[in-house]
């Protein structure tokens, strides 16, 4: 009762008049139990959940194509389609949801099979329609109702009609057919290099003098017969192996197979991919495929994300021969450089551990004792609870797709204001994607008075959960996942605007790895990462000492990490070209031999066939170091105001997180920060 006197109170001075009509918004705030329910359970409701997604777009479209111009308003056209929208785009990230982590293979399956009908639906009827172009322009030009006055409105409409115009919905129906017969020939391309990925199941196998130095308690998980140990082909195995082992030919092994493991399948799919996309491009007006990516970014061209990147490898690599010469005074014994100077690719990692653990005596399985998982994420919701006034309370997970999950509900404490719930997926399972990511389910909007309605968003990772209910505990690069995810997650909670198209990270791609990485920066400062230790047995925090320890190690070799990300950024923005006549591998050459002074080339190593972002992100990978340059400015505000000060975070919240994708957010970081961001905070940051 009390929760509902407090809702009439906000309603009354919020000035929100509610007209009841069938066209307007005023979204129930969904309880958790209502969305537990929203999850299908078997496959018939699977394929209702399909055909209602279809049915509700469907009748939206046949509506906005039966009107007459000069009759449209706000409401038969412009809600009509959001609201149609918002609930084709929910049942199809439930169906996502449970394609990717539910723990019935068979429902995995089956869901997996409708969100392929319902993505290229989607791609059919809503990426270049005609209709929803003509009817956004009618509404541009014979719309006077009050709605069309206002920014928000004439903001979308602006928007919608760019990315339609961009997408090729103004041409001809003969070219509009070639358009949709190239975007189902990409996606089924793209669907197959993914899924070669996902589906290898591929291994080698390696007896135990092969494999000294690797961790006792890693090579207890693997499989063994009387030839050795079974080694899956996954990315902690590559990790864990090119950190510890010390015998060279393991690590070369295990790393050729780990990049050769979709190879030469996924060569000749890329190919295909690169001739489709640049033809699909060249079609709506581009020259090629990144000059369409890049066009309605905040970059704005190719060759402008190209020489802000060489600008970072300028200024980075500087660092990285600084540290190459103290990384190779002492090398392991079984480390040795290249003709040309420089570390073996398969030898990095190891001679980084070796330096880390012999230089910084810090040891990555000891440090792990003090990141218990619970602790740390009953330390996250308390530090960013009290950083932008929210509560995060938790509520019974039961019902939804695995037994194993973390749920809470997401509460303003000023208005008490409920955005949304947030689901942690935090351990590996047969079945699950590897890839730590983050899913936004329920996207978060406004109603018709300004509250947000309720939204759902999950944080995936794979740790590995310890057995017979031991504490499971996180290496540090782990805990930065974490806080990499969660801001992902508070982006598409925060980012409630009166438009689902626009809402949460839907906003330009190159600022959508923002809040992650400005939330990783945390990790980054050493009050934090003492305030987030806690040993699992002595509960005692990490010294001192100990903190500036790994606050030296993180950063010495963050710049060479940095350096890897620009040389994939430069991969995809050239695989974005018309590169029909340059092998992909070529490519991947002559750019690695540019980029990289501190590693050598392997030829032999194939790892753009494996390189799963070029799916997700396509040209847009550079959109990493974009956004990294703009963290590094707004976390330099943040530490200088107060990383724990409520209203730093307020500011950062109304300034910023609270606008989704409505507003430039180059502009809004440059208001908040009172200065045109430069790439000087992250250089520093690099520096020891």
């Known amino acids: 009762m009390k929760r509902l006197y407090g809702l009439l109170l906000l309603l009354i001075f919020s000035g929100c008049h509610y007209v009841k009509s069938p066209e307007m918004r005023l979204c129930s705030r969904l309880d958790w139990q209502s969305i537990v329910t929203m999850f299908p359970k078997n496959e018939q409701q699977i394929g209702a959940m399909k055909h209602k997604a279809i049915a509700v777009i469907d009748t939206m479209l046949k509506t906005l194509e039966s009107q007459e111009p000069q009759h449209r308003n706000f409401y038969n056209s412009i809600r009509l389609y959001d609201n149609a929208k918002f609930k084709f785009i929910m049942n199809l990230q439930i169906l996502s949801t449970v394609s990717m982590l539910d723990s019935d293979p068979s429902l995995r399956s089956c869901a997996n099979h409708a969100v392929t009908e319902l993505q290229q639906y989607q791609a059919d009827k809503l990426v270049r329609n005609p209709i929803l172009l003509h009817a956004f322009q009618d509404y541009a030009q014979y719309g006077h109702d009050d709605p069309s006055k206002t920014i928000s409105v004439r903001t979308f409409l602006q928007k919608s009609i760019n990315k339609l115009e961009h997408e090729g919905a103004h041409l001809s129906s003969a070219i509009l057919t070639r358009l949709n017969k190239l975007s189902k020939d990409i996606k089924k391309l793209e669907a197959e290099f993914g899924s070669y990925i996902v589906n290898h199941a591929k291994s080698i196998v390696c007896t135990k003098d092969e494999l000294v130095g690797v961790p006792a308690l890693y090579l207890t998980n693997l499989h063994q017969t009387k030839r050795g140990y079974t080694i899956p082909l996954t990315y902690d195995a590559f990790f864990t192996i090119l950190e510890n082992c010390t015998i060279a030919a393991t690590r070369k092994k295990i790393f050729l197979e780990f990049n050769r493991r979709v190879y030469p399948k996924n060569e000749d799919v890329l190919k295909k991919l690169i001739y489709k996309r640049n033809e699909y491009a060249r079609l709506v007006g581009y020259k090629n495929f990144a000059e369409y990516e890049c066009a309605l970014q905040m970059v704005g061209s190719v060759q402008r994300a190209q020489d802000f990147i060489m600008e970072i490898v300028a200024s980075t690599n500087t660092i990285v021969d600084e540290?190459?010469?103290?990384?190779?005074?002492?090398?392991?014994?079984?480390?040795?450089?290249?003709?040309?100077?420089?570390?073996?690719?398969?030898?990095?990692?190891?001679?980084r551990s070796t330096y880390r653990k012999s230089h910084f005596d810090i040891d990555a399985t000891a440090l792990a004792q003090y990141f218990p998982i619970d602790n740390v994420i009953n330390q996250l919701t308390k530090q960013f609870g009290q950083f932008f006034a929210l509560s995060f309370d938790q509520v019974p997970c039961h019902g939804l797709w695995h037994k194993d999950l973390i749920c809470f509900q997401v509460r303003l404490l000023k208005t008490n204001e409920i955005l949304g719930y947030l689901v942690f997926d935090l351990y590996a399972r047969p079945g699950k994607s590897e890839q730590a990511c983050q899913m936004s389910v329920i996207p978060t909007i406004q109603d018709d008075c300004s509250f947000a309605c309720s939204g759902l968003s999950t944080i995936i990772t794979n740790f590995n959960k310890a057995q017979d209910g031991k504490k499971t505990l996180l290496e540090f690069h782990d805990v930065k996942t974490l806080f990499h995810e969660f801001g992902h997650a508070l982006q598409e909670l925060f980012g409630a605007t009166d438009f689902v198209d626009i809402a949460g990270s839907h906003g330009p791609r190159d600022f959508l790895e923002v809040p992650s990485q400005l939330f990783?920066?945390?990790?980054?400062?050493?009050?934090?990462?003492?305030?987030?230790?806690?040993?699992?047995?002595?509960?005692?925090?990490?010294?001192?000492?100990?903190?500036?320890?790994?606050?030296?190690?993180?950063?010495?070799?963050?710049?060479?990490?940095?350096?890897?990300?620009?040389?994939?950024?430069?991969?995809?923005?050239?695989?974005g070209k018309d590169a029909e006549k340059i092998q992909p591998h070529d490519i991947v050459e002559k750019l690695y031999r540019q980029v990289r002074t501190d590693v050598e080339y392997c030829p032999q190593d194939h790892f753009e066939t494996g390189f799963e972002h070029l799916i997700a992100y396509g040209s847009h990978y550079y959109g990493y170091v974009w956004s990294k340059v703009l963290a590094a400015g707004l976390f330099e505000y943040i530490t200088k105001h107060g990383i724990t000060d409520n209203e730093v975070g307020q500011?950062?919240?109304?300034?910023?997180?609270?606008?989704?994708?409505?507003?430039?957010?180059q502009k809004l970081v440059e208001l908040l920060l009172g200065s045109t961001v430069t790439k000087k905070a992250l250089i520093d940051s690099l520096q020891s």
């Open 323 to 351: 540290e190459f010469v103290q990384l190779t005074k002492n090398l392991p014994e079984s480390v040795v450089l290249s003709l040309t100077g420089k570390l073996q690719p398969f030898d990095e990692a190891f001679v």
């Open 520 to 575: 990783e920066m945390w990790m980054d400062n050493p009050s934090m990462i003492k305030q987030f230790s806690q040993h699992y047995i002595t509960q005692e925090k990490l010294s001192d000492a100990m903190v500036q320890k790994i606050v030296a190690a993180e950063k010495f070799g963050r710049a060479s990490l940095l350096s890897r990300q620009c040389l994939l950024s430069l991969i995809s923005l050239e695989f």
């Open 651 to 665: 500011k950062l919240y109304q300034a910023l997180l609270c606008h989704g994708g409505s507003q430039d957010p």
